[in-house]
């Protein structure tokens, strides 16, 4: 019986130290990744690239990383039996700075890049695995968006960012739309997409010797209804005419949640 006793106390005690060390053991945030996909409701290939968006956002599949999920429409495909009511020839601009930095002979959809740092065909779902793990790995400067509100067809928001090199960026996305498409390569199927890309906006650049912040408003479209927003902030480094480069932090915010 004594024994038996002493026993249960040396289990009580191995499970108590357990639980300390457990409780000591510091708490690991999600790594921020960053994942554009360049898309267009008149290009065939893209709505599977679409839905794979989704499902990282949604499903949030590899270990250890936030997958902030950005659906960029370009305009390149508007005269070809379909125009993209998401297009905007500023993110065609942008794809095109892309293709420049990787050196493309020339752009495509549906093409996603993660971090700024890797572009392969937008529906490969491993080599989306891959490049998100990989960005895990690097350094990061953090970002965050705070006091978001979205009313009277105007998104506020507070931005900071740490100190470093780069430009701020903050995005205002739609959480969700759809289409019924009536012509063109994907006429007759009702297209969904995610986080899609209602404006984005230069902020400022970051110092090197202090910390990023700045209190933002943006006007929204009469059409956008601010209940279906998302907000993203990222910090990236820039060339000539802002040019893209590898992102160096991001974090995404939902207005009144």
Not at 19 to 31: C, E, F, G, I
Not at 52 to 80: C, F, K, M
Not at 141 to 165: F, L, M, N, Y
Request: net charge negative.
């Amino acid at each position: 019986m004594r024994k038996a006793v002493s026993t249960l106390h040396f289990a009580i005690f191995v499970l108590f130290g357990l639980s300390v060390h457990a409780a000591d053991l510091p708490s690991t945030k999600p790594v921020p990744v960053l994942v554009e996909l360049f898309t267009s409701e008149g290009c065939s290939s893209c709505p599977p690239a679409d839905q794979l968006l989704q499902e990282l956002d949604r499903t949030q599949p590899v270990a250890g990383a936030q997958i902030i999920v950005l659906s960029e429409h370009v305009d390149y495909w508007d005269s070809l039996g379909w125009k993209d009511p998401y297009s905007s020839h500023s993110l065609t601009e942008r794809q095109s700075a892309y293709g420049d930095r990787f050196k493309l002979a020339s752009v495509y959809t549906p093409q996603m890049i993660v971090d700024g740092e890797a572009e392969f065909t937008g529906g490969n779902e491993q080599e989306a695995r891959e490049n998100i793990m990989k960005a895990i790995t690097q350094p990061a400067i953090p970002v965050e968006i705070s006091s978001v509100t979205a009313q009277d067809r105007e998104v506020k928001a507070h931005v900071e960012a740490g100190a470093g090199s780069g430009s701020v960026f903050i995005v205002v996305a739609l959480n969700h739309a759809e289409s019924q498409v009536l012509h063109g390569e994907n006429g007759g199927h009702r297209l969904s997409h995610v986080a899609v890309v209602e404006s984005m906006t230069k902020i400022g650049n970051l110092d090197h010797h202090k910390n990023f912040a700045k209190d933002v408003e943006l006007k929204l479209p009469q059409a956008v209804d601010p209940s279906n927003l998302r907000i993203i902030a990222f910090v990236q480094k820039t060339g000539f005419n802002d040019s893209p480069g590898n992102v160096l932090g991001s974090a995404l915010a939902l207005p009144g949640r």
